[in-house]
Protein backbone atom coordinates (compact mmCIF):
# COMPACT_ATOMS: atom_id res chain seq x y z
CA UNK A 1 0.00 0.00 0.00
CA UNK A 2 2.58 2.47 1.07
CA UNK A 3 4.47 1.57 -2.41
CA UNK A 4 1.38 2.09 -4.13
CA UNK A 5 1.49 5.78 -2.37
CA UNK A 6 4.67 6.16 -3.39
CA UNK A 7 3.73 5.74 -6.98
CA UNK A 8 1.15 7.65 -7.12
CA UNK A 9 2.99 10.67 -5.25
CA UNK A 10 5.60 10.32 -7.86
CA UNK A 11 3.27 10.18 -11.01
CA UNK A 12 1.68 13.27 -9.93
CA UNK A 13 5.08 14.88 -9.43
CA UNK A 14 5.65 13.52 -13.10
CA UNK A 15 2.26 15.72 -14.32
CA UNK A 16 3.12 18.67 -12.22
CA UNK A 17 6.51 19.09 -14.23
CA UNK A 18 4.99 17.84 -17.43
CA UNK A 19 2.16 21.03 -17.09
CA UNK A 20 4.79 23.19 -16.73
CA UNK A 21 6.82 22.07 -19.65
CA UNK A 22 9.93 20.45 -18.03
CA UNK A 23 9.73 17.39 -20.41
CA UNK A 24 13.93 16.23 -19.43
CA UNK A 25 13.08 16.29 -15.94
CA UNK A 26 9.49 14.56 -16.43
CA UNK A 27 11.18 11.79 -18.12
CA UNK A 28 13.79 10.98 -15.77
CA UNK A 29 11.17 10.79 -13.28
CA UNK A 30 9.43 8.11 -14.99
CA UNK A 31 12.67 5.90 -16.07
CA UNK A 32 13.48 6.13 -11.90
CA UNK A 33 10.13 5.02 -11.77
CA UNK A 34 10.19 2.02 -13.61
CA UNK A 35 13.77 0.77 -12.41
CA UNK A 36 12.24 0.86 -9.06
CA UNK A 37 9.13 -1.72 -10.23
CA UNK A 38 9.92 -3.23 -14.15
CA UNK A 39 5.90 -4.72 -14.16
CA UNK A 40 4.41 -1.18 -13.26
CA UNK A 41 2.28 -0.57 -16.28
CA UNK A 42 1.17 3.29 -15.04
CA UNK A 43 4.81 4.06 -15.44
CA UNK A 44 4.75 3.13 -18.49
CA UNK A 45 1.62 4.90 -19.62
CA UNK A 46 3.23 8.04 -18.38
CA UNK A 47 6.45 7.77 -19.99
CA UNK A 48 4.64 6.97 -23.19
CA UNK A 49 2.97 10.29 -22.77
CA UNK A 50 5.81 12.51 -22.13
CA UNK A 51 7.58 10.42 -25.25
CA UNK A 52 4.61 12.46 -27.26
CA UNK A 53 4.85 14.98 -25.96
CA UNK A 54 8.85 15.28 -27.25
CA UNK A 55 7.63 13.81 -30.17
CA UNK A 56 9.53 11.18 -29.72
CA UNK A 57 6.93 8.80 -31.85
CA UNK A 58 9.75 5.40 -32.09
CA UNK A 59 10.46 5.55 -28.50
CA UNK A 60 6.77 6.25 -27.51
CA UNK A 61 5.36 3.43 -29.31
CA UNK A 62 7.76 0.90 -28.08
CA UNK A 63 6.79 1.91 -24.36
CA UNK A 64 3.27 1.79 -25.20
CA UNK A 65 3.88 -1.41 -26.37
CA UNK A 66 4.95 -2.64 -22.88
CA UNK A 67 2.76 -0.65 -21.29
CA UNK A 68 -0.33 -3.07 -23.09
CA UNK A 69 1.78 -5.91 -22.33
CA UNK A 70 1.72 -5.44 -18.47
CA UNK A 71 -1.91 -4.32 -18.64
CA UNK A 72 -4.30 -5.12 -21.74
CA UNK A 73 -7.13 -3.84 -20.16
CA UNK A 74 -6.61 -0.37 -19.70
CA UNK A 75 -7.80 1.96 -22.35
CA UNK A 76 -5.11 4.94 -21.92
CA UNK A 77 -1.98 3.67 -23.60
CA UNK A 78 -4.60 2.18 -26.84
CA UNK A 79 -5.31 5.91 -26.64
CA UNK A 80 -2.15 7.24 -26.45
CA UNK A 81 -0.98 4.75 -29.25
CA UNK A 82 -3.42 5.96 -31.62
CA UNK A 83 -2.47 9.31 -31.22
CA UNK A 84 1.38 8.53 -32.69
CA UNK A 85 -0.83 6.23 -35.35
CA UNK A 86 -2.46 9.80 -36.36
CA UNK A 87 0.77 11.54 -36.33
CA UNK A 88 2.41 9.18 -38.74
CA UNK A 89 -0.69 9.10 -40.75
CA UNK A 90 -1.33 5.87 -40.11
CA UNK A 91 -5.50 6.44 -39.69
CA UNK A 92 -6.90 3.51 -39.87
CA UNK A 93 -4.58 1.90 -37.01
CA UNK A 94 -5.36 5.14 -35.16
CA UNK A 95 -9.26 5.01 -35.70
CA UNK A 96 -9.01 1.19 -34.32
CA UNK A 97 -6.67 2.60 -31.19
CA UNK A 98 -9.27 4.70 -30.33
CA UNK A 99 -12.38 2.54 -30.77
CA UNK A 100 -10.13 -0.33 -28.47
CA UNK A 101 -9.88 2.43 -26.02
CA UNK A 102 -13.65 3.33 -26.24
CA UNK A 103 -14.66 -0.59 -25.66
CA UNK A 104 -12.60 -0.84 -22.74
CA UNK A 105 -14.15 2.40 -21.13
CA UNK A 106 -17.02 2.96 -22.18
CA UNK A 107 -16.74 6.56 -20.07
CA UNK A 108 -13.27 7.43 -21.29
CA UNK A 109 -13.47 11.09 -22.72
CA UNK A 110 -10.23 11.19 -24.53
CA UNK A 111 -10.81 8.17 -26.60
CA UNK A 112 -14.05 9.87 -28.15
CA UNK A 113 -12.22 12.98 -28.58
CA UNK A 114 -9.12 11.25 -30.65
CA UNK A 115 -11.74 9.48 -32.70
CA UNK A 116 -13.05 11.87 -33.73
CA UNK A 117 -10.47 13.65 -34.62
CA UNK A 118 -9.33 10.50 -36.82
CA UNK A 119 -12.60 10.42 -38.18
CA UNK A 120 -12.29 14.19 -39.64
CA UNK A 121 -8.90 13.00 -41.05
CA UNK A 122 -10.89 10.63 -42.85
CA UNK A 123 -13.56 12.60 -44.58
CA UNK A 124 -16.00 11.23 -42.16
CA UNK A 125 -16.93 14.45 -40.29
CA UNK A 126 -20.87 14.29 -39.09
CA UNK A 127 -19.25 11.05 -37.40
CA UNK A 128 -16.39 13.21 -35.93
CA UNK A 129 -18.70 15.65 -34.59
CA UNK A 130 -20.89 12.87 -32.84
CA UNK A 131 -17.76 11.58 -31.21
CA UNK A 132 -16.32 14.73 -30.05
CA UNK A 133 -20.09 16.13 -28.03
CA UNK A 134 -19.83 12.36 -27.03
CA UNK A 135 -16.61 12.91 -25.13
CA UNK A 136 -17.90 17.02 -24.22
CA UNK A 137 -20.56 15.07 -22.40
CA UNK A 138 -18.82 12.87 -20.44
CA UNK A 139 -16.16 15.20 -19.36
CA UNK A 140 -17.31 19.03 -19.86
CA UNK A 141 -14.08 20.16 -18.31
CA UNK A 142 -11.73 18.56 -21.07
CA UNK A 143 -10.16 21.28 -23.27
CA UNK A 144 -8.58 19.23 -25.75
CA UNK A 145 -12.11 17.82 -26.67
CA UNK A 146 -13.40 21.84 -27.58
CA UNK A 147 -10.01 22.42 -29.44
CA UNK A 148 -10.77 19.23 -31.27
CA UNK A 149 -14.79 20.17 -32.15
CA UNK A 150 -13.48 23.68 -32.89
CA UNK A 151 -11.01 21.78 -35.36
CA UNK A 152 -13.96 19.57 -36.80
CA UNK A 153 -15.86 23.10 -37.06
CA UNK A 154 -13.48 24.98 -38.99
CA UNK A 155 -13.03 21.84 -41.66
CA UNK A 156 -16.63 22.26 -42.01
CA UNK A 157 -16.31 25.59 -42.35
CA UNK A 158 -18.74 26.47 -39.50
CA UNK A 159 -16.44 29.05 -38.49
CA UNK A 160 -18.38 30.63 -36.03
CA UNK A 161 -19.33 27.68 -34.09
CA UNK A 162 -15.60 27.18 -34.36
CA UNK A 163 -14.33 29.92 -32.77
CA UNK A 164 -16.94 29.61 -29.31
CA UNK A 165 -15.42 25.96 -29.35
CA UNK A 166 -11.53 27.34 -29.08
CA UNK A 167 -12.82 30.17 -26.87
CA UNK A 168 -13.94 27.72 -24.51
CA UNK A 169 -10.97 25.44 -24.67
CA UNK A 170 -8.81 28.58 -23.57
CA UNK A 171 -10.90 29.33 -20.99
CA UNK A 172 -10.52 25.64 -19.89
CA UNK A 173 -6.95 25.14 -20.50
CA UNK A 174 -5.21 28.68 -20.96
CA UNK A 175 -1.80 27.44 -20.77
CA UNK A 176 -2.20 25.19 -24.32
CA UNK A 177 -1.27 27.16 -27.13
CA UNK A 178 -2.61 25.20 -29.64
CA UNK A 179 -5.94 26.65 -29.27
CA UNK A 180 -4.81 30.09 -29.46
CA UNK A 181 -3.03 29.16 -32.49
CA UNK A 182 -6.34 27.46 -34.09
CA UNK A 183 -8.15 30.42 -33.13
CA UNK A 184 -6.08 32.96 -35.02
CA UNK A 185 -6.48 30.63 -37.72
CA UNK A 186 -10.54 30.53 -37.23
CA UNK A 187 -10.27 34.61 -37.07
CA UNK A 188 -8.88 34.46 -40.47
CA UNK A 189 -11.40 32.56 -41.99
CA UNK A 190 -13.85 34.98 -40.24
CA UNK A 191 -12.24 38.02 -41.84
CA UNK A 192 -11.29 39.67 -38.67
CA UNK A 193 -8.18 41.91 -38.11
CA UNK A 194 -4.91 40.64 -39.20
CA UNK A 195 -3.57 41.97 -36.78
CA UNK A 196 -5.81 39.72 -34.48
CA UNK A 197 -5.58 36.65 -35.81
CA UNK A 198 -1.42 36.90 -36.05
CA UNK A 199 -1.59 37.86 -32.43
CA UNK A 200 -3.52 34.86 -31.15
CA UNK A 201 -1.18 32.43 -33.51
CA UNK A 202 2.00 34.91 -32.02
CA UNK A 203 0.55 33.72 -28.55
CA UNK A 204 0.45 29.98 -28.97
CA UNK A 205 3.97 29.87 -30.21
CA UNK A 206 4.98 31.83 -26.78
CA UNK A 207 3.00 29.47 -24.69
CA UNK A 208 4.07 26.05 -26.21
CA UNK A 209 7.53 27.68 -26.81
CA UNK A 210 9.75 24.64 -25.18
CA UNK A 211 7.30 22.00 -26.64
CA UNK A 212 8.97 19.89 -29.72
CA UNK A 213 5.47 20.33 -31.54
CA UNK A 214 5.61 24.27 -31.44
CA UNK A 215 6.96 24.14 -35.20
CA UNK A 216 2.97 23.07 -35.53
CA UNK A 217 2.25 26.57 -34.19
CA UNK A 218 5.17 28.00 -36.58
CA UNK A 219 3.26 26.25 -39.64
CA UNK A 220 0.40 27.90 -38.74
CA UNK A 221 1.73 31.27 -38.87
CA UNK A 222 3.34 30.57 -41.59
CA UNK A 223 0.17 29.51 -43.66
CA UNK A 224 -1.65 33.17 -42.31
CA UNK A 225 1.71 34.96 -43.37
CA UNK A 226 1.06 33.82 -46.99
CA UNK A 227 -3.09 34.19 -47.13
CA UNK A 228 -2.08 37.99 -46.03
CA UNK A 229 -0.11 38.03 -48.98
CA UNK A 230 3.36 38.40 -46.92
CA UNK A 231 5.17 35.83 -48.56
CA UNK A 232 8.86 36.86 -47.66
CA UNK A 233 7.73 37.18 -44.03
CA UNK A 234 6.17 33.58 -44.45
CA UNK A 235 9.55 32.21 -46.35
CA UNK A 236 11.91 33.40 -43.24
CA UNK A 237 9.37 31.45 -40.65
CA UNK A 238 9.14 28.56 -42.87
CA UNK A 239 13.05 28.75 -42.63
CA UNK A 240 12.90 29.19 -38.99
CA UNK A 241 11.15 25.78 -38.42
CA UNK A 242 13.25 24.38 -41.07
CA UNK A 243 16.28 25.19 -38.49
CA UNK A 244 14.93 24.23 -35.36
CA UNK A 245 15.81 20.69 -33.95
CA UNK A 246 13.15 18.40 -35.27
CA UNK A 247 15.19 15.22 -35.50
CA UNK A 248 13.82 13.36 -32.61
CA UNK A 249 13.53 10.27 -34.21
CA UNK A 250 15.26 7.81 -36.70
CA UNK A 251 12.61 7.86 -38.88
CA UNK A 252 11.38 11.72 -40.17
CA UNK A 253 7.92 12.60 -39.31
CA UNK A 254 5.68 12.89 -42.21
CA UNK A 255 4.46 15.91 -40.38
CA UNK A 256 7.26 17.70 -41.43
CA UNK A 257 5.81 17.85 -45.28
CA UNK A 258 3.59 20.86 -44.09
CA UNK A 259 6.77 22.61 -43.73
CA UNK A 260 7.84 22.15 -46.79
CA UNK A 261 4.59 22.47 -48.77
CA UNK A 262 4.17 26.19 -46.75
CA UNK A 263 7.62 27.04 -47.89
CA UNK A 264 6.71 25.86 -51.32
CA UNK A 265 2.98 28.13 -51.29
CA UNK A 266 5.57 30.72 -50.38
CA UNK A 267 8.29 30.25 -53.19
CA UNK A 268 5.34 29.92 -55.82
CA UNK A 269 4.08 33.37 -55.23
CA UNK A 270 7.09 34.73 -54.89
CA UNK A 271 7.42 33.47 -58.80
CA UNK A 272 10.75 31.27 -57.39
CA UNK A 273 9.47 28.20 -59.75
CA UNK A 274 11.93 25.98 -59.23
CA UNK A 275 12.79 26.07 -55.85
CA UNK A 276 9.53 25.90 -54.67
CA UNK A 277 9.00 22.52 -57.13
CA UNK A 278 12.14 21.06 -55.24
CA UNK A 279 10.02 22.31 -51.88
CA UNK A 280 7.00 20.46 -53.04
CA UNK A 281 8.95 17.13 -53.92
CA UNK A 282 10.48 17.44 -50.23
CA UNK A 283 6.81 17.31 -49.13
CA UNK A 284 5.89 13.92 -51.23
CA UNK A 285 9.29 12.52 -50.05
CA UNK A 286 8.50 12.79 -46.26
CA UNK A 287 4.68 11.89 -46.75
CA UNK A 288 3.87 10.22 -49.99
CA UNK A 289 0.52 10.36 -48.83
CA UNK A 290 0.28 14.18 -48.43
CA UNK A 291 -2.64 14.83 -51.21
CA UNK A 292 -2.23 18.48 -51.76
CA UNK A 293 1.43 18.58 -52.55
CA UNK A 294 0.57 16.61 -55.94
CA UNK A 295 -1.64 19.58 -57.46
CA UNK A 296 0.54 22.00 -56.17
CA UNK A 297 4.02 20.43 -57.30
CA UNK A 298 2.31 19.73 -60.33
CA UNK A 299 1.40 23.78 -60.87
CA UNK A 300 5.12 23.86 -60.36
CA UNK A 301 5.61 21.68 -63.32
CA UNK A 302 3.00 23.48 -65.57
CA UNK A 303 5.06 26.81 -64.72
CA UNK A 304 8.24 25.65 -65.92
CA UNK A 305 6.39 24.03 -69.15
CA UNK A 306 7.23 20.90 -67.91
CA UNK A 307 3.61 19.59 -68.64
CA UNK A 308 4.36 16.37 -69.82
CA UNK A 309 5.74 15.69 -66.10
CA UNK A 310 3.22 17.50 -64.52
CA UNK A 311 0.43 15.47 -65.85
CA UNK A 312 1.22 11.94 -63.77
CA UNK A 313 1.75 14.29 -60.51
CA UNK A 314 -1.79 15.39 -61.23
CA UNK A 315 -2.99 11.85 -61.81
CA UNK A 316 -1.70 10.76 -58.37
CA UNK A 317 -3.46 13.76 -56.98
CA UNK A 318 -6.84 12.81 -58.22
CA UNK A 319 -6.01 9.17 -56.97
CA UNK A 320 -4.96 10.07 -53.70
CA UNK A 321 -8.01 12.63 -53.26
CA UNK A 322 -11.15 12.37 -55.62
CA UNK A 323 -12.94 14.52 -53.92
CA UNK A 324 -10.60 17.49 -54.02
CA UNK A 325 -11.80 20.14 -56.77
CA UNK A 326 -8.22 21.36 -56.72
CA UNK A 327 -6.53 18.10 -57.98
CA UNK A 328 -8.94 17.97 -60.64
CA UNK A 329 -8.54 21.70 -61.80
CA UNK A 330 -4.82 20.87 -61.90
CA UNK A 331 -4.85 18.05 -64.35
CA UNK A 332 -7.20 20.03 -66.22
CA UNK A 333 -4.78 22.90 -66.36
CA UNK A 334 -2.08 20.65 -67.51
CA UNK A 335 -4.19 18.82 -70.10
CA UNK A 336 -5.37 22.31 -71.60
CA UNK A 337 -1.74 23.06 -71.99
CA UNK A 338 -1.01 19.65 -73.54
CA UNK A 339 -3.76 20.81 -76.30
CA UNK A 340 -6.12 18.17 -74.90
CA UNK A 341 -8.98 20.16 -74.45
CA UNK A 342 -11.72 17.21 -73.90
CA UNK A 343 -10.19 15.51 -71.74
CA UNK A 344 -9.35 19.04 -69.85
CA UNK A 345 -13.38 19.59 -70.05
CA UNK A 346 -13.87 16.65 -68.32
CA UNK A 347 -11.61 17.46 -65.44
CA UNK A 348 -12.51 20.81 -65.23
CA UNK A 349 -16.61 19.27 -65.21
CA UNK A 350 -15.66 17.13 -62.36
CA UNK A 351 -14.07 19.93 -59.99
CA UNK A 352 -16.86 21.78 -60.84
CA UNK A 353 -19.08 18.87 -59.74
CA UNK A 354 -17.23 19.04 -56.21
CA UNK A 355 -17.19 22.58 -55.27
CA UNK A 356 -20.06 24.22 -57.29
CA UNK A 357 -18.63 27.49 -56.39
CA UNK A 358 -15.15 26.99 -57.59
CA UNK A 359 -14.98 29.94 -59.77
CA UNK A 360 -11.30 29.37 -61.24
CA UNK A 361 -13.06 25.97 -62.95
CA UNK A 362 -15.58 27.61 -64.68
CA UNK A 363 -13.24 30.47 -66.17
CA UNK A 364 -10.89 27.95 -67.52
CA UNK A 365 -13.51 25.75 -69.05
CA UNK A 366 -14.46 29.22 -70.69
CA UNK A 367 -11.62 29.54 -71.95
CA UNK A 368 -11.46 26.32 -73.84
CA UNK A 369 -14.33 26.70 -75.52
CA UNK A 370 -13.86 30.24 -76.41
CA UNK A 371 -10.94 28.55 -78.16
CA UNK A 372 -12.93 26.22 -79.97
CA UNK A 373 -15.40 28.85 -80.47
CA UNK A 374 -18.35 27.02 -78.99
CA UNK A 375 -19.78 30.64 -77.93
CA UNK A 376 -23.04 29.72 -76.92
CA UNK A 377 -21.65 26.51 -74.68
CA UNK A 378 -19.30 28.80 -73.16
CA UNK A 379 -21.99 31.60 -72.54
CA UNK A 380 -23.63 29.24 -70.50
CA UNK A 381 -20.77 28.33 -68.08
CA UNK A 382 -20.45 31.80 -67.61
CA UNK A 383 -24.17 31.85 -66.42
CA UNK A 384 -23.15 29.27 -64.41
CA UNK A 385 -20.51 30.85 -62.65
CA UNK A 386 -22.28 33.73 -61.99
CA UNK A 387 -25.33 31.91 -60.84
CA UNK A 388 -22.91 30.06 -58.29
CA UNK A 389 -21.03 33.18 -57.14
CA UNK A 390 -22.49 36.44 -58.03
CA UNK A 391 -20.35 38.61 -57.03
CA UNK A 392 -17.40 37.06 -58.96
CA UNK A 393 -16.44 40.20 -61.36
CA UNK A 394 -14.28 37.83 -63.41
CA UNK A 395 -17.02 35.85 -64.52
CA UNK A 396 -18.83 38.83 -65.77
CA UNK A 397 -15.98 40.04 -67.85
CA UNK A 398 -15.78 36.50 -70.01
CA UNK A 399 -19.56 37.09 -70.20
CA UNK A 400 -19.33 40.39 -72.23
CA UNK A 401 -16.42 38.57 -74.10
CA UNK A 402 -18.25 35.88 -75.04
CA UNK A 403 -21.22 37.93 -75.88
CA UNK A 404 -18.90 40.13 -78.32
CA UNK A 405 -18.16 37.25 -79.99
CA UNK A 406 -21.62 36.70 -80.65
CA UNK A 407 -22.02 40.10 -81.81
CA UNK A 408 -24.43 40.97 -78.99
CA UNK A 409 -22.78 44.13 -78.47
CA UNK A 410 -25.34 46.00 -75.98
CA UNK A 411 -25.37 42.60 -73.62
CA UNK A 412 -21.84 42.98 -73.73
CA UNK A 413 -21.46 46.18 -72.50
CA UNK A 414 -24.06 45.44 -69.73
CA UNK A 415 -22.03 42.69 -68.44
CA UNK A 416 -18.83 44.38 -68.06
CA UNK A 417 -20.54 47.36 -66.49
CA UNK A 418 -21.61 45.01 -63.80
CA UNK A 419 -18.50 43.60 -63.59
CA UNK A 420 -16.77 47.15 -62.87
CA UNK A 421 -19.74 47.12 -60.80
CA UNK A 422 -18.16 44.39 -58.32
CA UNK A 423 -14.97 45.19 -58.83
CA UNK A 424 -13.52 48.87 -57.11
CA UNK A 425 -10.59 48.22 -59.43
CA UNK A 426 -11.62 47.09 -62.72
CA UNK A 427 -8.46 47.28 -64.43
CA UNK A 428 -7.09 44.75 -62.03
CA UNK A 429 -9.84 41.77 -63.29
CA UNK A 430 -8.73 42.67 -66.72
CA UNK A 431 -5.23 41.87 -65.97
CA UNK A 432 -6.01 38.81 -63.84
CA UNK A 433 -8.34 37.50 -66.49
CA UNK A 434 -6.03 38.06 -69.18
CA UNK A 435 -2.99 36.40 -66.95
CA UNK A 436 -5.46 33.50 -67.39
CA UNK A 437 -5.08 33.46 -71.11
CA UNK A 438 -1.75 33.49 -71.48
CA UNK A 439 -0.98 30.02 -71.91
CA UNK A 440 -3.93 29.56 -74.58
CA UNK A 441 -4.26 32.47 -76.73
CA UNK A 442 -0.69 34.32 -76.01
CA UNK A 443 -0.89 37.02 -78.67
CA UNK A 444 -3.88 38.41 -77.54
CA UNK A 445 -4.02 38.03 -73.92
CA UNK A 446 -0.67 40.02 -74.30
CA UNK A 447 -2.09 43.05 -76.15
CA UNK A 448 -4.91 42.85 -73.53
CA UNK A 449 -2.44 42.67 -70.67
CA UNK A 450 -0.73 45.62 -72.26
CA UNK A 451 -4.11 47.35 -71.95
CA UNK A 452 -4.77 46.03 -68.11
CA UNK A 453 -1.08 46.99 -66.98
CA UNK A 454 -1.64 50.89 -68.67
CA UNK A 455 -5.09 51.46 -66.96
CA UNK A 456 -2.96 50.24 -63.56
CA UNK A 457 0.01 52.42 -64.59
CA UNK A 458 2.46 49.77 -64.78
CA UNK A 459 4.04 51.14 -67.91
CA UNK A 460 6.89 49.16 -67.68
CA UNK A 461 5.22 45.56 -67.50
CA UNK A 462 2.86 47.12 -70.51
CA UNK A 463 5.76 47.82 -72.44
CA UNK A 464 7.19 43.62 -72.13
CA UNK A 465 3.74 42.35 -72.56
CA UNK A 466 3.95 44.42 -75.52
CA UNK A 467 7.19 43.17 -77.30
CA UNK A 468 5.97 39.79 -76.62
CA UNK A 469 3.33 40.05 -78.25
CA UNK A 470 5.24 40.99 -80.99
CA UNK A 471 7.63 38.11 -80.43
CA UNK A 472 5.01 35.66 -80.81
CA UNK A 473 3.56 37.09 -84.34
CA UNK A 474 5.39 39.16 -86.10
CA UNK A 475 3.36 38.62 -89.28
CA UNK A 476 -0.44 39.52 -87.78
CA UNK A 477 0.33 42.89 -89.64
CA UNK A 478 -3.55 44.49 -88.02
CA UNK A 479 -2.65 43.17 -84.89
CA UNK A 480 0.87 44.59 -85.05
CA UNK A 481 -0.57 48.02 -85.95
CA UNK A 482 -2.20 48.45 -82.89
CA UNK A 483 0.48 46.90 -81.16
CA UNK A 484 3.27 49.13 -82.27
CA UNK A 485 0.74 52.12 -81.84
CA UNK A 486 0.45 50.67 -78.27
CA UNK A 487 3.95 50.46 -77.68
CA UNK A 488 4.75 54.57 -78.94
CA UNK A 489 1.93 55.61 -76.72
CA UNK A 490 3.88 53.53 -73.37
CA UNK A 491 7.44 54.79 -74.41
CA UNK A 492 6.07 57.95 -74.01
CA UNK A 493 4.56 57.62 -70.53
CA UNK A 494 8.21 56.57 -69.56
CA UNK A 495 9.26 59.52 -71.43
CA UNK A 496 11.49 57.68 -74.08
CA UNK A 497 10.07 59.97 -76.52
CA UNK A 498 12.57 59.29 -79.33
CA UNK A 499 11.79 55.33 -79.28
CA UNK A 500 8.25 56.24 -79.14
CA UNK A 501 8.83 58.26 -82.69
CA UNK A 502 10.29 55.23 -84.35
CA UNK A 503 7.09 52.71 -82.69
CA UNK A 504 4.66 55.50 -84.02
CA UNK A 505 6.66 55.51 -87.40
CA UNK A 506 6.87 51.43 -87.90
CA UNK A 507 2.89 51.52 -87.22
CA UNK A 508 2.35 54.21 -90.20
CA UNK A 509 4.58 51.99 -92.43
CA UNK A 510 2.14 49.12 -91.99
CA UNK A 511 -0.93 51.57 -91.81
CA UNK A 512 -0.68 55.23 -93.18
CA UNK A 513 -4.58 55.02 -92.58
CA UNK A 514 -4.24 54.95 -88.72
CA UNK A 515 -5.54 58.52 -88.03
CA UNK A 516 -4.73 58.02 -83.91
CA UNK A 517 -1.04 57.42 -84.93
CA UNK A 518 -0.79 60.00 -86.31
CA UNK A 519 -1.80 62.01 -84.25
CA UNK A 520 0.03 60.56 -81.78
CA UNK A 521 3.23 61.49 -83.83
CA UNK A 522 2.42 64.99 -83.81
CA UNK A 523 2.03 65.65 -79.86
CA UNK A 524 5.94 63.99 -79.66
CA UNK A 525 6.73 66.26 -82.61
CA UNK A 526 5.61 69.12 -81.31
CA UNK A 527 7.32 68.11 -77.46
CA UNK A 528 10.87 67.86 -79.65
CA UNK A 529 10.35 71.61 -80.83
CA UNK A 530 10.18 69.84 -84.84
CA UNK A 531 6.95 72.18 -85.48
CA UNK A 532 6.85 71.76 -89.44
CA UNK A 533 6.37 68.26 -88.64
CA UNK A 534 4.34 68.45 -86.03
CA UNK A 535 1.88 70.19 -88.40
CA UNK A 536 3.01 67.93 -91.17
CA UNK A 537 1.45 64.94 -89.05
CA UNK A 538 -1.67 67.04 -87.93
CA UNK A 539 -2.45 67.37 -91.62
CA UNK A 540 -2.57 64.01 -92.63
CA UNK A 541 -4.17 63.09 -89.20
CA UNK A 542 -7.33 65.59 -90.34
CA UNK A 543 -6.98 64.58 -93.56
CA UNK A 544 -8.06 60.89 -92.36
CA UNK A 545 -10.86 62.85 -89.59
CA UNK A 546 -11.82 65.78 -90.51
CA UNK A 547 -13.47 66.24 -87.67
CA UNK A 548 -10.30 65.96 -84.96
CA UNK A 549 -10.98 68.78 -82.53
CA UNK A 550 -7.59 67.67 -80.79
CA UNK A 551 -5.63 67.62 -84.67
CA UNK A 552 -6.47 71.46 -85.33
CA UNK A 553 -5.63 72.41 -81.55
CA UNK A 554 -1.78 70.58 -81.59
CA UNK A 555 -1.77 71.79 -85.53
CA UNK A 556 -2.38 75.26 -83.67
CA UNK A 557 0.04 75.08 -81.48
CA UNK A 558 2.19 74.48 -83.92
CA UNK A 559 1.92 77.18 -86.09
CA UNK A 560 2.09 79.14 -83.31
CA UNK A 561 5.57 78.76 -82.36
CA UNK A 562 6.44 79.15 -86.29
CA UNK A 563 4.88 82.91 -85.72
CA UNK A 564 2.39 81.70 -88.33
CA UNK A 565 -0.53 83.26 -86.18
CA UNK A 566 -3.00 83.42 -88.87
CA UNK A 567 -2.88 79.79 -89.53
CA UNK A 568 -2.53 79.49 -85.65
CA UNK A 569 -5.82 81.10 -85.23
CA UNK A 570 -7.80 79.53 -87.71
CA UNK A 571 -6.86 75.94 -86.58
CA UNK A 572 -7.99 77.19 -82.73
CA UNK A 573 -11.07 78.03 -83.97
CA UNK A 574 -12.07 75.07 -85.84
CA UNK A 575 -10.68 73.17 -83.08
CA UNK A 576 -13.34 75.12 -80.47
CA UNK A 577 -16.04 74.64 -83.32
CA UNK A 578 -15.45 71.27 -83.12
CA UNK A 579 -15.13 71.15 -79.34
CA UNK A 580 -16.61 74.00 -77.42
CA UNK A 581 -15.06 72.30 -73.98
CA UNK A 582 -11.67 71.99 -76.06
CA UNK A 583 -10.04 73.62 -72.86
CA UNK A 584 -11.33 71.97 -70.38
CA UNK A 585 -10.71 68.29 -72.12
CA UNK A 586 -7.31 69.22 -72.57
CA UNK A 587 -6.38 70.27 -68.90
CA UNK A 588 -4.91 72.96 -69.92
CA UNK A 589 -7.40 76.31 -69.41
CA UNK A 590 -4.82 79.01 -68.57
CA UNK A 591 -1.86 77.85 -71.34
CA UNK A 592 -4.65 77.93 -74.01
CA UNK A 593 -5.89 81.45 -72.48
CA UNK A 594 -2.73 82.42 -73.00
CA UNK A 595 -1.99 81.29 -76.15
CA UNK A 596 -5.14 83.09 -77.21
CA UNK A 597 -4.59 86.38 -75.84
CA UNK A 598 -0.93 86.26 -77.47
CA UNK A 599 -2.29 85.22 -81.02
CA UNK A 600 -5.33 87.18 -81.13
CA UNK A 601 -3.05 90.31 -80.31
CA UNK A 602 -0.48 89.49 -82.99
CA UNK A 603 -3.29 88.78 -85.81
CA UNK A 604 -5.00 92.26 -84.63
CA UNK A 605 -1.70 94.03 -84.95
CA UNK A 606 -0.86 93.05 -88.14
CA UNK A 607 -4.41 94.48 -88.99
CA UNK A 608 -5.26 90.57 -90.41
CA UNK A 609 -9.17 89.92 -90.82
CA UNK A 610 -10.02 87.01 -88.86
CA UNK A 611 -12.42 86.70 -86.56
CA UNK A 612 -13.59 84.69 -83.95
Known amino acids: MEAEQTRDAWLQEGKTLQKRKRYDDTLALYEQLIGRDPTD ?45 RQ ?16 LDP ?59 YEQAILLEPEKGLSYANKGLVLYDL ?45 AVCEHILHMDLTHDQDPDPGHALIYSNQGWALRHLERYAEALEAYERAILLDPGMALAYPNKAMMLHLLGRDA ?39 YDRAIQLDLRDQNSYIDKVVILRELKRY ?4 GVCEQAIAACPGAAEAYVYKGNILNHLSRYEEALTALEQAFQLETNPAQVLLSTNERALPFDPRGAYGNLADALCELTRYGEALLAIEEALRLDPENVLEDVWCYRQKGWVLSKLS ?29 HFRFANYEEAVSACQQEIGLHADSARGYYVMSRAYHELKEYPSSFAAFREAVRLDPQLAPAFGRPTKVGQFLRESWQKVRYRLVPYLW
Request: aromatic share 8%; charged share 30%; net charge negative.
Open 496 to 524: RDEEALQAYEQAIRLDAAYADVWMQKAEI
Open 191 to 235: KKAPEEALANVERGIALDQPCSWVWRLYVHKAWLLSEYQKYDEAL
Open 309 to 347: EALPTCEQGVLLAPEDPDAFRSQGIVLQALKRPEEALAA
Open 376 to 379: EEAL
Open 107 to 165: NYARAYSAKGLVLSDLHRPEEALAEVRQAIQLDPGLGKAYNDLGTILSDLERYEEALVA
Open 41 to 85: ARAYEAKGDILIDMSRWKEALAVLERAIELDPHSPLPYCSRGYVF
Open 88 to 103: LGKYEEALAEASQAIQ
